[in-house]
């Protein structure tokens, strides 16, 4: 199992936000990003998830305040990373958006994510770039297509079919850095197989292109 971020390492770049009334409403505590400011990656997703308020300790950002702390995706994201050669030591992880965005569910139903509004995106987008340059990472690796599409806008720069762009470098010089799309954590298994990998094809691939991008 992967290590679970020190606390001490939450980056809590604001003592509240309240940019976007409809994340305060829903949200339980900001997903701050959290991991060394030396890393060599920068690790984005798109937004929290619910989460497991009774999970031992994964219980998701919504809850634990640091992002990618969920059973399912945060442990999956530092294992496969772990695995291609970059442990929590080298990762820093973070969300294009900090908080939880609820669909509209009814009172009875488990809370589920929707994706974030346009206007949501660009309210979050000025942490972002603060962490980017506050860690300068070699490279940014992104995972899914909506946490790409969202740090390549902070680059201006668009997404044109997810799966294409996955495992290939996109140089971003208004970041100053390099970004690695790769999968969604939740939704690998669906894709490996369409992209011609198995687990340990990707990963050798994830290696191959950061060790080029760390210097590694």
């Not at 990003?33 to 999970?55: K, M």
């Not at 997404?159 to 010089?173: Q, T």
Request: hydrophobic residues 35%.
């Amino acid at each position: 199992m992967p290590q679970f971020p020190d606390p001490t390492t939450q980056n809590r770049l604001a003592g509240d936000c309240l940019k976007c009334p409809a994340l305060v409403e829903c949200r339980e505590r900001i997903s701050w990003g959290n991991g060394s400011l030396d890393a060599a990656l920068l690790v984005v997703g798109e937004a929290p998830g619910y989460g497991d308020p009774d999970a031992d300790r994964w219980q998701g950002g919504n809850w634990t305040g640091m992002a990618y702390t969920a059973r399912h995706s945060g442990r999956r994201i530092r294992d496969l990373l772990a695995d291609a050669g970059y442990g929590h030591e080298a990762c820093y992880f973070t969300n294009a958006v900090k908080c939880f965005p609820a669909a509209d569910t009814g009172p009875d139903e488990a809370p589920t994510n929707r994706e974030p509004t346009a206007e949501e995106r660009a309210n979050c987008r000025p942490y972002l770039l603060t962490e980017i340059e506050q860690v300068e990472p070699a490279a940014v690796v992104t995972t899914g297509r909506h946490a790409t599409k969202s740090v390549l806008a902070a680059a201006g720069r668009e997404l044109d079919g997810f799966l294409d762009a996955v495992l290939d470098p996109v140089e971003c010089p208004d970041l100053d850095t390099t970004v690695l799309p790769l999968l969604h954590p939740s939704y690998q298994e669906v894709w490996l197989a369409r992209l011609e990998h198995t687990r340990e094809s990707y990963v050798a691939a994830i290696a191959d292109r950061l060790a080029a991008l760390t210097g590694d």
